[in-house]
């Protein structure tokens, strides 16, 4: 029986413990970076979903509008031809979300089409988020009678 030194040694070396330790931490790495990506999209995805809230909601309201122009034969001020601004809209984020309100800026433009048809472009803009987080929602219909 040979009894030589490498014979009794047993377990991982420094080296190998080193590389397994860098694999490790590439890993984890990766797995934060990927769980930043998905807390961004999240955010991404809340304000984007409010703000085609408020554009919807800015629609039914000229709508409502354009209906009542129709029965009283007259034209509101908000649905005539050319750009509009309305006041902006602030909405909180849900209790307990880290996101807080957002303020939203609301315009729209009317055109008119054939005989009582108008096209309504509604546009609401984020004030306090960065540009990398949301663009701007728009909505576009046609009101007719």
Do not use: C
């Amino acid at each position: 029986m040979s009894y030589g030194r490498f014979s009794q040694e047993r377990g991982f070396s420094l080296i190998e413990s080193m590389i397994a330790t860098s694999i490790l931490t590439i890993s984890v790495l990766g797995l934060v970076q990927l769980m930043g990506m998905a807390i961004h999209q999240g955010t991404l995805s809340r304000t984007t979903t409010m703000a085609m809230a408020v554009a919807e909601k800015q629609l039914e309201d000229l709508r409502t509008k354009y209906h009542k122009d129709l029965e009283n034969d007259s034209t509101s001020t908000e649905l005539t031809e050319g750009a509009q601004t309305g006041p902006s809209v602030i909405l909180s984020a849900p209790t307990g979300s880290a996101m807080g309100a957002v303020i939203f800026d609301v315009s729209w433009s009317v055109v008119f089409q054939a005989a009582r048809q108008k096209a309504v472009n509604v546009t609401v803009t984020p004030q306090n988020t960065n540009p990398q987080q949301m663009a701007d929602a728009t909505m576009t219909t046609v009101f007719s009678p």
